[in-house]
């Protein structure tokens, strides 16, 4: 067989694991972005609003208000712009399985 071919077919045969494995930590990697006003894992100190443990559905209600501009914010509207709706899904998804800080 073609040596190419070979390769072209462990290629394409190793490319699903490949991206499962990238993608192992994504919801993490995306949620790390927010920790400078949420805290890390979601546990806020101070006035701002914790994330860890709040119900994945509101999350993403939240997410949404600030994204259509229904809720007024400082930066959170400009920010949740730069996600999609499945990357939104998987950050509350996060923040949902965090615990609360006592």
């Known amino acids: 067989m073609n040596p190419w071919k070979i390769a072209a077919t462990l290629a394409l045969a190793a490319g699903p694991a490949l991206v499962l494995a990238q993608d192992a930590h994504l919801a993490r990697n995306l949620a790390a972005t927010c920790a400078n006003c949420h805290g890390t894992n979601g546990q806020a100190v101070g006035d701002m609003k914790p ?3 709040l119900p ?6 939240m997410v949404a208000d600030y994204k259509s501009g229904n809720q007024p ?3 959170m509207h400009q920010i949740t712009k730069g996600y999609t709706d499945e990357q939104i899904q998987l950050v509350a998804a996060y923040f949902a399985a965090q615990k609360p800080a006592k």
């Open 56 to 61: 994945a559905s509101k999350i993403v209600a």
């Open 73 to 75: 914010a400082t930066i």
């Open 51 to 53: 994330l860890a443990g």
